[in-house]
């Protein structure tokens, strides 16, 4: 009798861990696609900059403004801005007002935005303001 129950506590374990893993996979699996739709993005982009483009005269007047604004708001544009080229793994702690995952979107968004870009360097990425 000892050992059925050992043996079920052992394959209940086992089952556990299986189901661990295959999460961790997945979540590895989405964040490398994330990064390549990312690489994908900066190609565009750097060559979408590369076209001349037309500037009307409402926006510029409204992109003066916004980014004084803005990087008084965002501590990772300040950070960014004070500190070019700024390892993302080092301006963790540079940004103790956020956690880890709140710096991490808000640098996807600053990303996405157009205001930061990233270059790869090991497992992390440096920070310049685009």
């Not at 003066?64 to 801005?81: H, K, S």
Request: proline content about 5%.
């Amino acid at each position: 009798m000892f050992w059925i129950v050992l043996l079920l506590i052992l394959l209940g374990g086992s089952f556990y861990f299986y189901q661990r893993m295959v999460a961790l996979e997945q979540e590895i699996r989405a964040e490398q696609e994330r990064e390549k739709e990312l690489q994908a993005q900066q190609v565009n982009q750097e060559s979408a900059a590369a076209a001349p483009k037309k500037i009307e005269p409402a926006l510029v007047g409204a992109a003066a403004e916004n980014p004084a604004t803005e990087m008084a708001e965002n501590p990772i544009l300040q950070c960014v801005c004070a500190h070019p080229g700024v390892v993302q793994a080092d301006l963790y702690a540079d940004v103790p007002q956020l956690n880890k995952k709140q710096a991490q979107q808000m640098i996807r968004e600053l990303v996405d935005a157009g205001k930061i870009r990233r270059e790869r360097l090991g497992s992390s990425f440096k920070l310049y303001l685009a």
